[in-house]
């Protein structure tokens, strides 16, 4: 009798170490990245009145080890006035401060689908995030293309010298 005991004992110490084992090994190895880069400014962007007026000069490259999202959402550093989110503001260019008047139509941010990265349209800006890019796993530099979308209305103000319409929009990777 004094055999068997043994044996289960050994057993029993044995169960618990494997339940270890097994969960070490079912715990993730790392964390995922996301790096985004950007390329391209609009150091100058026409605005017409009475049409959408479009900037195609900045792309974004991103590389990531697994699937990801680029989010968009206007950065509302400055400060920026509250409620105008999404919509270009008056900026003194020499005090460096913002003033009252925005246009009256939110900045649109289109992106364009490039491999196993699916892009989708932000037609309203806004100061939350918003899904502008999903991506596949396994990415490394690819460069995605951007369209920024401005309606500018002729009840729009005019700005006097020394003053521009500005926004301050904000790219965001993070794991899926």
């Known amino acids: 009798m004094r055999d068997y005991f043994q044996r289960s004992r050994a057993i029993l110490l044995v169960i618990p170490a ?40 900045v792309t974004l490259t991103v590389t990531a080890d697994g699937p990801f999202y680029i989010k968009v959402r206007d950065d509302m550093r400055g400060p920026k006035p509250e409620l105008s989110g999404g919509q270009m503001v008056d900026y ?54 951007l369209s920024f979308n401005q309606l500018v209305a002729y009840t729009d103000a005019r700005l006097p010298a020394g003053h521009a319409y500005r926004i301050r929009v904000l790219f965001i990777g993070s794991p899926q």
């Open 18 to 57: 494997l339940l270890i084992l097994m969960l070490v090994c079912a715990a993730p190895v790392s964390a995922q990245t996301v790096d985004i880069t950007r390329s391209g400014d609009i150091a100058v962007m026409q605005l017409k009145p009475g049409q959408t007026n479009s900037d195609t000069s």
């Open 92 to 145: 003194d260019i020499v005090g460096a401060t913002y003033g009252t008047a925005k246009l009256a139509a939110a900045m649109g941010v289109t992106g364009t689908t490039s491999g196993n990265t699916v892009a989708s349209a932000v037609n309203t800006l806004t100061d939350t995030d918003q899904i502008l890019y999903t991506g596949g796993n396994n990415v490394k530099d690819q460069v995605l293309a």
